[in-house]
């Protein structure tokens, strides 16, 4: 079936890195946008970047913008989030959704927790 | 940034309501918005995608309007598993984004 799952968050000291994994199966990952979502604890989502179907076009959140790179590897049907100069701020729960051919996010993963904390 | 607000922000209806949510934008977004319903600990789910078409298996209860800046979201007749936190996203520019939330609870 259609799936996104995230994984590689975990619990990281501020100004550390981390690199989060979306692993897509049961559609034709190379034919659509992707995008990253966070939504810190209690509070609403919050768009963090895209990459479109072929890796040529990327786009990131202002506060986002110089740390964190978004990537995909077509070959392993895999968006990833490299994520670096973590601040407590970017502690989150990270989803990957997949962009419909409208570009409203159609499949979305369970989700990720990053915690920035020392 | 194209700034998404949402009204109300918490909506207290009964099962069998007629409910309606309304999203504007700060700027013309043409039809390009988008409504998420999303329950605690769960991803959220595509309901509504270019104002007014309905997402496939999304029940035909809701329904979603508008264009330009002003959009609402309809729910026919509240059904329990409808209570939940909606989302408006609008989708014409980077960077993209998302109404605060409206949390529809039981009266």
């Known amino acids: 079936q259609v799936q996104l799952v995230e994984s590689g968050g975990g619990v990281v000291q501020p100004g550390r890195s981390l690199r989060l994994s979306c692993a897509a199966s049961?559609?034709?990952?190379?034919?659509?946008?992707m995008h990253w979502v966070r939504q810190a604890p209690g509070k609403g989502l919050e768009w963090v970047a895209v990459?479109?179907?072929?890796?040529?076009?990327?786009h990131y959140a202002d506060f986002v913008k110089g740390r964190f790179t978004i990537s995909r590897d077509i070959s392993k049907k895999t968006l990833y989030l490299q994520m670096h100069t973590l601040r407590p701020e970017d502690t989150a729960v990270y989803y990957c959704?997949?962009?419909?051919?409208?570009?409203?996010?159609?499949?979305w993963g369970l989700g990720t927790m990053v915690t920035v904390s020392s | 940034d194209i700034q998404m607000t949402q009204s109300p922000s918490t909506l207290s209806a009964s099962v069998g309501d007629r409910v309606t949510i309304t999203c504007r934008a700060s700027?013309?977004?043409?039809?390009?918005l988008a409504w998420y319903q999303q329950k605690p600990g769960k991803a959220p789910k595509l309901l509504i995608y270019?104002?007014?078409s309905l997402q496939s298996g999304v029940p035909s209860g809701f329904s979603g309007s508008g264009s330009g800046t002003e959009f609402t979201l309809t729910i026919s007749s509240l059904q329990p598993d409808d209570f939940a936190t909606y989302y408006c996203?609008?989708?014409?520019?980077?960077?993209?984004?998302f109404g605060q939330g409206t949390k529809l609870e039981i009266k």
């Open positions: 996203q609008q989708y014409n520019s980077y960077p993209y984004t």
């Open positions: 700027q013309s977004i043409s039809g390009w």
């Open positions: 049961g559609f034709s990952f190379s034919s659509y946008g």
């Open positions: 959704a997949k962009a419909n051919y409208y570009n409203a996010f159609d499949i």
């Open positions: 990459i479109s179907y072929d890796g040529s076009n990327k």
């Open positions: 270019d104002a007014s």
